[in-house]
């Protein structure tokens, strides 16, 4: 039997963090599960939105993404394509992969909101709010990385 005095006892972790971690956890692996079934479905389907045949062969040649879409789809996609493609297996597989990335920006803003009930330390509260903007900011489009 293994006796802890009080010192040894592990902290609890902030409910914001609990918040974080499950929300965050739950819809990334929602979103790998439909994104596993789109593949699937896009393996074994003729009518896809991007040909299956041209994607691999492209891809083992070792073609860049831009070439890739305009070689074997139906034409380069913007914003949110796969919505209007759910009904083929890579719609279904880009909607799963969407769900995973928002995962984090819908964790963080509930966990900004937790920090917010929980009156945690206003710094705290100001940096998971500048973390959300950022993230939201970033899922939307306003904010890009270029090459």
């Not at 299956?52 to 914003?79: M, Y």
């Not at 890579?90 to 963080?108: K, P, Q, R, T």
Request: hydrophobic letters at 50%; charged letters at 15%; aromatic letters at 10%.
């Amino acid at each position: 039997m293994v006796v802890r005095s009080v010192s040894q006892e592990k902290p609890k972790p902030p409910l914001s963090g609990i918040v974080y971690g499950e929300v965050a956890y739950w819809m990334a692996l929602v979103g790998v599960i439909i994104s596993i079934v789109g593949m699937g479905m896009y393996f074994t389907s003729e009518t896809n939105y991007v040909n299956s045949k041209c994607l691999l062969s492209s891809l083992w040649a070792g073609k860049d993404a831009h070439t890739i879409w305009e070689e074997c789809a139906e034409n380069v996609p913007h914003g949110h394509w796969y919505l209007e493609k759910l009904n083929t297996g890579d719609g279904v597989a880009m909607l799963g992969i969407a769900l995973s990335c928002l995962a984090a920006v819908i964790g963080v803003w509930l966990s900004f909101l937790t920090m917010l009930k929980e009156k945690e330390r206003v710094l705290f509260v100001a940096m998971s709010f500048i973390v959300a903007a950022i993230l939201t900011a970033s899922a939307l489009g306003i904010i890009s990385l270029k090459h």
